[in-house]
């Protein structure tokens, strides 16, 4: 009862009868744990983040100490998230370890995203600065020479994006609309490196300029991120609290946190087009003062489409993508 399948039907591309199938039995688990003779949209939501991140380990003991760093390490992905103006919405953030994750951030895709497939240079900028939003939190709060190894997934993902935009996707003004190491017709015989995927071989200097732009595009991103999160200190620390008090923290209640800050004069946005969580409707922009922009309006605020997270993981580089997402670049 009370749940939405056109909602589950978003949140679930690609999946097939069979998985559909075993998300409503673990569904069906969840619920009979819980005594409950039906299952409702909160038993199949909690199934699909079982499914895409693991398990929940709400026996795990957490030291006062690790519970705030992780705290404020998935508060600095979500605020930056939150605070980008072309990116996905903030869907839930959490502290409680799920599979090897210490905590994790779950955002959901547009469904005109998601359907086209197509992502911008500004999307593509935004997601390298929500990805360093975690180290960026941990320096703001214990200082360069104390942070942790949390953030080696998301310098991971970060790396790749900026070497996808230098190499094949035509976004850096040194290198220019050329493709570099991509996948290219021909034998190893005909100019085309074996070794290199089918891509023909780069000079030392070429490969120079690639990782001197690689550089440039992640360390823009990085002073970028902790700019906002600096002027932001107030969300940065009120969504930490949040989250070491309740240890979970939906999209909704983030918002309202966004909506909060504005009418008190709180927030500080990089720019006058500002848009929060990537919801949909009318900014609100208070008179006089081109820096402030109040967040929009949660009765506008659409269905979500799918899951992608970023998790606080260690130096092995847990998956932090859910397992329901497959578009992202």
């Known amino acids: 009862p009370g749940v939405d399948l056109l909602a589950v039907a978003r949140q679930t591309p690609g999946m097939s009868g069979a998985d559909l199938a075993n998300l409503l039995n673990e569904g069906a688990i969840m619920a009979a744990r819980k005594a409950k003779t039906e299952m409702d949209a909160d038993d199949i939501f909690n199934a699909l983040e079982r499914i895409g991140l693991g398990l929940e380990k709400k026996d795990a003991v957490m030291s006062e100490q690790k519970r705030k760093l992780v705290a404020y390490h998935e508060a600095g992905h979500a605020i930056l998230g939150a605070l980008m103006n072309d990116y996905d919405m903030v869907a839930k953030i959490s502290i409680i370890p799920r599979g090897p994750a210490g905590g994790v951030t779950i955002f959901m895709p547009s469904e005109e995203r998601l359907n086209s497939g197509l992502y911008t240079k500004e ?23 104390n942070v942790t190894t949390g953030a080696s997934n998301d310098f991971q993902q970060c790396t790749q994006v900026a070497k996808q935009m230098v190499m094949q996707l035509g976004m850096s003004p040194e290198i220019g609309q050329r493709m570099l ?13 074996f070794m290199g995927q089918g891509a023909p071989p780069m000079s030392q200097a070429l490969r120079q300029k690639v990782d001197d732009e690689v550089k440039r595009i992640v360390d823009e991103q990085y002073q970028r991120g902790m700019k906002l999160l600096r002027d932001n200190m107030y969300l940065l620390d009120e969504l930490a609290k949040m989250l070491m008090e309740q240890e979970k923290v939906s999209g909704e ?6 909506n909060k800050a504005a009418v008190d004069g709180k927030l500080a946005v990089d720019n006058k087009q500002m848009a929060f969580a990537a919801y949909t409707g009318e900014a609100v922009q208070p008179a006089g003062d081109n820096s402030k922009v109040a967040a929009r309006a949660l009765a506008q605020i659409p269905q979500p489409t799918s899951v992608v997270s970023r998790a606080f993981c260690g130096t092995r580089g847990a998956a932090s993508r859910s397992a329901t997402s497959r578009r992202a670049i």
């Open 253 to 258: 209640e983030l918002i309202k946190l966004i």
């Open 181 to 193: 190491g991509g996948q290219q017709g021909g034998g190893p015989f005909m100019g085309r490196d």
């Open 123 to 145: 999307f593509l900028e935004n997601r390298m600065c929500v990805a360093l939003g975690g180290r960026l939190a941990e320096e703001i709060i214990n200082g360069k020479d």
